[in-house]
Each structure stands twice: as structure tokens, then as C-alpha cells.
């Protein structure tokens, strides 16, 4: 992987802790993750499926990937407001790359902002399974284009 490829990933991971450090306390950051939650398109009713369904959620959340020019671009939603910010999230780091790229990265945002030790562990251990499940679909798309 080129140190270009990294950057690329590195760049929103950093904004997005950035972001978080704009807010004193916890109550505001989380009110920020909600508000990013709003903000986030709604997914069609079409790609709520159970391929789609992300295992490991204690809330619905639904992850549907594309794969256009070589780049992924990933549409999120979940019927709990903290969740589809917390999917926000990874829609931003993520969309816009390649499966390679995601394959290949560990992101680190959710220690480095704090939103580990702020957050349930419900609600961490959910927001890994949706990378989980981002990095299959990307290794999907990797495999789909080699044969």
C-alpha cells in the first residue's frame, strides 16, 4: 500500500476526531453524534434486507455498499438515533475508497475520540460489527474483481 493510500484514510479519521474535540463534555459530543445521525440520508426500504442487516447490532442497522470505478461508496441507517450517528461515522472514513484500502485499515477513532470509554459497550461492540461488516463487503468486492 502506497503512503498516499494511507493518508487517504487517515484524513477523515482524524476530522472526525477532530469534530468530537470541538465539544467540552461528553453530553455535547453525544449530541453531536445524534445531530450527524439526522444528517445522515435516509437508506431506501429496498436495501433494508437482510443482507444487508448488520449482525451484532442490538438496534436494526444496515449497511449497503456499491462499487462504481473501483471506489466504495456506503449507505447506512438504523431504526436508534446514537447508531445512525455512530454509522455516519463510518460512512465518512469509508465511502470514497477502495476495497483495498478499507481492507487494509484499523481504524483507531473509536479509542482515540474517547468514544469507547463513553459509550456502552453494546454500543461499541455493535459499531465493530459494522466495520466487521464493511471490510467483508469491500474483501467481497476485491474477490469479485479478480476473477
Known amino acids: 500500500m502506497s503512503p ?11 476530522e472526525i476526531i477532530d469534530d468530537l474535540s470541538l465539544f467540552e463534555d461528553w453530553t455535547e459530543r453525544y449530541g453531536y453524534v445524534i445531530e ?15 443482507a444487508n442487516k448488520v449482525r451484532g447490532c442490538q438496534s436494526q442497522v444496515w449497511i449497503h455498499p456499491t462499487l462504481n470505478e473501483g471506489v466504495v461508496t456506503l449507505q447506512a441507517d438504523s431504526d436508534a438515533p446514537t447508531v445512525r450517528g ?5 460512512v465518512r472514513l469509508y465511502s470514497g475508497h477502495t476495497p483495498e484500502e478499507i ?3 484499523n481504524p483507531d477513532f473509536i479509542n482515540r475520540s474517547g468514544l469507547e470509554e463513553n459509550l456502552s459497550m453494546v454500543r461499541v461492540n455493535g459499531m465493530r460489527a459494522a466495520d466487521k461488516q464493511i471490510k ?5 468486492f476485491i474477490d469479485g474483481a479478480s476473477r
Open 4 to 14: 498516499t493510500q494511507t493518508q487517504s484514510l487517515a484524513a477523515p479519521q482524524d
Open 36 to 50: 450527524l445521525g439526522q444528517a445522515l440520508p435516509a437508506l431506501p426500504d429496498e436495501f433494508k434486507t437482510d
Open 86 to 90: 455512530l454509522m455516519a461515522m463510518l
Open 103 to 105: 481492507v487494509a485499515k
Open 136 to 140: 467483508k463487503y469491500a474483501q467481497a
